[in-house]
């Protein structure tokens, strides 16, 4: 047990933070189906906030002073992201931004942002590992 905690010690935090990116994304998003499946929208939409923004701030190891969807987009073009999922990512974001101010509880919108938040953090780990 030691020699693992020794181990963890010796890595760079931000390369230990870009290991466990994904893992931190999926406790947000489990987060996110709770609400989704009792219709808590507000809470909903911002486990999906959190998860996205959580991912790209570890992946890309992006200060949260810095962590603004201008300076997302910029890192993710980059690293050769498709501007198609870098579209998709700014899209959901703005869906999570309106619907913590402008009120949204339709359960198939709801639903359909969980899915597609999925598919875009399943897509953005290959496309990332790719470059």
Do not use: W
């Not at 402008?102 to 953090?121: C, F, G, H, K, W």
């Amino acid at each position: 047990m030691k020699n693992r905690q020794q181990q963890r010690s010796l890595i760079a935090p931000e390369v230990l933070k870009n290991k466990q990116a994904q893992k931190v994304a999926q406790k947000h998003l489990s987060q996110a189906k709770q609400h989704l499946d009792s219709q808590n929208s507000r809470q909903f939409f911002d486990a999906i906030s959190k998860a996205m923004l959580g991912y790209v701030n570890d992946k890309l190891n992006i200060s949260n002073a810095q962590l603004t969807k201008d300076n997302v987009a910029e890192r993710l073009a980059t690293l050769h992201v498709p501007s198609e999922r870098i579209h998709q990512f700014m899209q959901l974001m703005n869906t999570c931004e309106m619907a913590l101010f402008a009120r949204q509880d339709s359960p198939e919108a709801m639903q359909t942002v969980y899915n597609n938040t999925i598919d875009l953090l399943v897509n953005l780990e290959k496309e990332i590992l790719d470059n």
